[in-house]
């Protein structure tokens, strides 16, 4: 009887131990697992579909930016910057520091911001698509040369860069590590055909802008949007519409598209 009784008053303390025990594990770990982050959007790269960047990451950089230039034999400056996921776009100027730049916001807390943009695309609040330019790629502010600084930022805190739900390397130098861009690869867009030839398609609805290609002649393309720009006399028409073609990933004036309205019927604004 009096080993039973050991044994009760024994079993009676390790429980009480475990419990003691038990509790503050289970409390340690409600107390340090910190709030999950909302989910992220399927971000792409910020420049057009089928080009081939290489990037890096600066020591000094804040928070965790990588720069991108051109690897694919194209020309950094003047190429489209596309936002890497829908939001609402804010323009912003700094002088010193990150010069002409868009922040998008994509909701539940994130943003990615675009550094050094050549020119703007967008008007200040706009509604933007995945895909859609914003800007074309510069050297404003405080840059050594054209490139894209760009970041994703969750509530503020800068984020490793992930694109198409993969983690960028963050190298010390260009060269070691690219990434072909799949973004406004897959848009429809509306089927027209062109006339004329040698039309020139550029990176903007500008006159200035950069030429990304050249149309021979009577093209079939698609067009992803409209919007108005520099005005165009040619051929005996005047046109300050553009459209922004899919496959060559530029615009051209309306004037070229075979349509007898200046601005197209069934073509949403960029």
């Not at 500008?206 to 030429?211: E, T």
């Amino acid at each position: 009887m009096r080993f039973r009784r050991l044994w009760a008053v024994a079993a009676a303390v390790l429980c009480t131990l475990a419990g003691l025990l038990l509790g503050p594990v289970q409390l340690s770990a409600a107390a340090t697992s910190g709030p999950a982050l909302a989910a992220a959007p399927n971000f792409k790269a910020p420049y057009p579909c089928g080009q081939k960047w290489t990037y890096s990451h600066h020591s000094a950089e804040v928070r965790r930016a990588l720069d991108f230039v051109r690897a694919d034999g194209g020309t950094t400056s003047g190429t489209p910057v596309l936002a890497s996921a829908a939001g609402t776009a804010y323009r912003y100027y700094e002088a010193n520091g990150a010069g002409n730049y868009i922040s998008i916001e994509h909701g539940g807390g994130w943003r990615t911001y675009y550094f050094h943009l050549g020119s703007f695309s967008v008007a200040n609040g706009a509604s933007v698509a995945q895909g859609q330019q914003i800007g074309t790629t510069g050297s404003t502010g405080n840059s050594s040369g054209a490139h894209i600084h760009y970041e994703q930022l969750y509530n503020g805190v800068g984020q490793n860069i992930v694109i198409n739900g993969s983690g960028l390397a963050y190298p010390g130098s260009y060269n070691q590590y690219y990434l072909t861009s799949d973004n406004a690869c897959g848009g429809a867009g509306t089927p027209y055909m062109t006339w004329g030839s040698d039309v020139r398609v550029r990176s903007d609805a500008r006159l200035s802008a950069p030429v990304v290609t050249t149309l021979s002649g009577p093209t079939s393309v698609r067009v992803l949007c409209q919007k108005q720009g520099d005005t165009v006399n040619a051929e005996g028409y005047t046109n300050n519409w553009w459209s922004k073609l899919r496959d060559q990933n530029g615009f051209i004036s309306n004037i070229y598209i075979d349509h007898p309205s200046a601005k197209l019927p069934d073509v949403p604004l960029c």
